[in-house]
């Protein structure tokens, strides 16, 4: 990535600054989709997050202070629309057809970390699907991307007591959810 520095009067650093968003979008948008797959639990709603998180981050790129911050802010803002897209909505499709039909995002593709049974993983997804946006967010950033408590409170923008509560709830309720699945 390259270097660049603020200047106002140098219009190269704003140049610089596009082309960097513009490369690093290029390369990790799978991961900013599968980001927000975690949160919002339907493939549409996660690409219109990343489009409407990357159309905010762009009007807003002048205000990106630290290059070296650039992944932890556009993961920010990308959970943060995730968030309110997923908040209290499911997709007219989930609820006409069943999740059976939706396209698997997120933690499909994670198999060595969900066991070997497909019943497990369709236990674990459920689950995880039946938390709310919150602790999902919290859940996706701490333990699937690995963002520390800290950071992790940083890209909700939440206080950091209030996202451990929000791991710890998620995990008690996924723990008994899946208690229930595997008797």
Not at 31 to 41: S, V
Not at 110 to 135: I, K, Y
Request: net charge neutral.
């Amino acid at each position: 990535m390259r270097l660049w520095q603020r200047a106002a009067s140098d219009g190269v650093a704003d140049e610089a600054l596009e082309a960097d968003i513009v490369e690093f979008v290029g390369a990790h948008y799978p991961r900013l989709i599968r980001l927000a797959g975690l949160i919002c639990r339907d493939t549409i709603d996660s690409e219109d997050a990343v489009q409407a998180s990357l159309e905010r981050a762009w009007r807003r790129r002048r205000s990106l202070q630290d290059p070296a911050s650039l992944a932890a802010w556009l993961d920010r803002i990308v959970v943060r629309e995730a968030i309110r897209l997923g908040r209290d909505k499911r997709p007219i499709f989930a609820r006409l057809l069943g999740d059976a039909d939706e396209i698997e995002i997120g933690l499909a593709g994670r198999d060595d970390d969900l066991g070997s049974s497909v019943a497990t993983r369709a236990a674990l997804r459920h689950a995880f699907e039946a938390l709310p946006a919150a602790q999902r967010a919290v859940v996706a950033l701490h333990l699937y991307q690995g963002y520390s408590m800290a950071e992790t409170a940083q890209l909700v923008g939440a206080p950091l007591e209030t996202v451990r509560s929000r791991l710890r709830l998620a995990r008690e309720r996924l723990r008994s959810d899946l208690a229930e699945a595997n008797p």
